[in-house]
């Protein structure tokens, strides 16, 4: 997982930019877990993404902090920055398609479905947002063991 959260950030780190500082809190014990590893770099894209153009939207400086944790059977990966915030109205609908609170030409609306739809369908985890203004934090929980599908 670190190594996907690692990739991730190289990859973004020309659009983070030196005014935003990058702190990495992983657990380091956490066991390897199931997953599908290019669909969970998407998901971080987006979330590290978004976390960048809220934090220039407050004026360009801020942190961001990547931690992981372990959450009883699951496994946490909480991306945290100082930006904007999502006003309390929206939070109900960012995971909607097309919905999008930034400015028209700036975002689809397509990063957090993308996301819900990867972690949920896809990796049998949840995915949920705390925010006010200086501390937003998406928080992805995935199981540590494999889910058996339920056969039809």
Do not use: C
Not at 2 to 16: A, P, Q, R, V
Not at 32 to 59: C, F, H, K, R
């Amino acid at each position: 997982m670190h190594e996907l959260l690692d990739s991730t950030l190289l990859m973004l780190s020309g659009k983070i930019g030196r005014r935003i500082k990058v702190v990495k809190e992983y657990d380091r014990t956490l066991p390897g877990i199931p997953a599908y590893p290019a669909e969970l770099n998407q998901v971080w894209t987006n979330l590290v993404d978004n976390a960048v153009s809220a934090m220039n939207s407050a004026g360009g400086d801020g942190t961001l902090t990547v931690r992981t944790a372990r959450d009883h059977d699951r496994l946490l990966v909480e991306f945290r920055d100082t930006g904007v915030g999502i006003p309390a109205e929206d939070r109900g609908r960012i995971f909607d398609p097309f919905f999008t609170t930034k400015p028209v030409g700036e975002g689809t609306g397509l990063g957090l479905d993308i996301s819900w739809r990867i972690v949920v369908n896809k990796h049998h985890g949840t995915i949920q947002v705390e925010s006010e203004p200086g501390d937003t934090r998406f928080q992805v929980l995935l199981p540590l063991t494999a889910v058996e599908e339920e056969s039809a």
